[in-house]
């Protein structure tokens, strides 16, 4: 079974920086794509940043480029995505998942976490 742990939000001020992290297991890892996605409230879930199993790809959407970088460990099955200059309408419900390719579409992605929440007060 594949599962998807993330870790990593909170409430930050606006300019402050958080990192997030999320850890699979289940699935070869070096072998999966991962993205991390968003939803605000009354907001279509969309991607922020994704990256592909060997790390040559990356796409960032342009809301998270110049501040926020994405990464990952495959000797610890870890994504992480460190946003930095945070701003009030980056708040919203983060989730990361896991895929076949580095797309856009959620639907192409089979499993997600629970998700964790950041905060960005102003």
């Known amino acids: 079974q594949v599962q998807l742990e993330e870790s990593g939000g909170g409430l930050v001020q606006a300019g402050g920086s958080l990192r997030l992290s999320c850890v699979v297991s289940?699935?070869?890892?070096?072998?999966?794509?991962m993205g991390w996605f968003r939803q605000a409230p009354g907001k279509e879930r969309g991607l922020v940043a994704a990256?592909?199993?060997?790390?040559?790809?990356?796409y960032y959407a342009d809301s998270a480029k110049g501040r926020f970088t994405i990464s990952r460990d495959n000797a610890k099955n870890t994504v992480y995505l460190q946003m930095n200059n945070l701003k009030p309408e980056d708040t919203a419900l983060y989730y990361c998942a896991a895929g076949d390719l580095v797309v856009v579409a959620p639907d192409k992605y089979n499993y997600w976490g629970q998700g964790t929440q950041v905060t960005v007060s102003s």
């Open positions: 990256i592909s199993g060997g790390s040559f790809t990356k």
């Open positions: 289940g699935r070869t890892f070096a072998r999966t794509a």
